[in-house]
């Protein structure tokens, strides 16, 4: 059985730690607000360590500019605590049928709920290209990296889905908006 010390580069490599830390110094910021704007602050927090842990044990791998590399990295982090959760819910179900726990009121306030709702009304790959280029500010370059296609079809990607997010914000919005315009007079 390997340990993480087996995985990781070799601590005694001149330079190894220190680059490590350096990386760690630009990315651990970004990383923690780009988790904590798709699951909840415990989960962000685990998908957090465990995606330094495979920067650490990847090391060799990490490019120069690390950043969209460890996006990537901890998409596939939070892919894998999800599915955790995923399966600990349905043994959890299975469960309760047998002894059913008293009920527990959950409501999450979204900080913005029309933009919640236009991002839900998109299919879950355009919603995830925007939030890459809106709230973590990435080029299409970056984004290419972070989602393991060209940039080119990111900047396809990210003009179609901007066009579907504000026809789905139109949606919500629904009588907010103005009536039609009537050219010339009505007689």
């Known amino acids: 059985m390997e340990t993480v010390e087996d995985e990781a580069p070799d601590a005694s ?3 190894a730690r220190e680059r ?3 990386i760690v110094a630009e990315v651990i910021e970004p990383v923690r607000r780009f988790l904590a704007r798709r699951t909840d602050r415990d989960t962000a927090d685990d998908v957090l360590a465990e995606t330094l842990l495979v920067c650490w044990r990847r ?7 690390a950043l ?3 996006y990537g990295v901890a998409r596939h982090c939070l892919a894998n605590a999800e599915r955790g959760e995923r399966r600990q819910r349905r043994l959890a179900a299975r469960i309760t049928v047998v002894d059913p726990p008293e009920e527990a009121v959950r409501e999450p306030d979204p900080p913005d709920a029309r933009v919640s709702a236009a991002l839900a009304a998109l299919r879950p790959d355009e919603a ?14 970056e984004i290419a990296e972070v989602l393991g296609v060209t940039a ?7 003009h179609r889905a901007r066009g579907k997010f504000v026809d789905a914000l139109g949606k919500i919005d629904g009588d907010a908006g103005h009536e039609g315009v009537r050219e ?4």
């Open 152 to 158: 080119n079809a990111v900047s396809i990607r990210l």
């Open 13 to 15: 490599e001149d330079g």
């Open 128 to 141: 995830e290209l925007l939030r890459l280029w809106a709230w973590e500010q990435l080029g299409p370059a």
């Open 20 to 22: 490590f830390e350096a």
């Open 68 to 70: 969209p590399w460890v």
């Open 184 to 187: 010339g007079r009505e007689t």
């Open 59 to 65: 090391l060799d791998d990490v490019p120069d500019q």
